[in-house]
């Protein structure tokens, strides 16, 4: 574990070196957001017909991204590391979040919600560039180390493998509801 704490504090402290930059970060954590994703998703669920009956398509992506998403929080107060704001640059904060790094959550929720879409519902896997957006984001902010972003893929990409097996049993007797 210490050569991976060891690589994420060089790589952090090299990219607040050389590609941190306030206003970059300011842009990056509003457009890196869930709302974001969400103003892309909802219109075209609404609007194709791969994912017909909305009703229940649209739940089925939410309920996935719901548990990804408290999965992820658990592990973050149990490991309840630092994030790089903090270790690297000494950012003081007062904010009881700042010292909740491991895994990833917007990488989690991203790939979990990238996965159902490319393999449950055949979508492009262009999808899975939104999830790149958000690793790389959350880099360059510093908000998470790269063992973080890597952390939360693993875990959204196997929860949602889980959701496109149930998908695959499912989704024949859901549609026909």
Known sequence: MNWISSVDLKLSTWIQKHLHHKNLSWILSRINRGEMFALVLLPLMFLSEIYKPVYISLPFVLVFTYMTDRLVLVLKKY??????LVSVMGK?????DMKHSFPSAHSANSIVVSTILVFAFRETPYF?????FAGVGRLITLHHFVSDIIGGWVIGFLIGLLAVIIHFFLWPYLVTL
């Open 128 to 132: 899975f560039l939104f999830s790149l």
């Open 92 to 96: 003081v904060d007062s904010n009881p």
């Open 79 to 84: 490991f309840a590391r630092k994030r790089p």
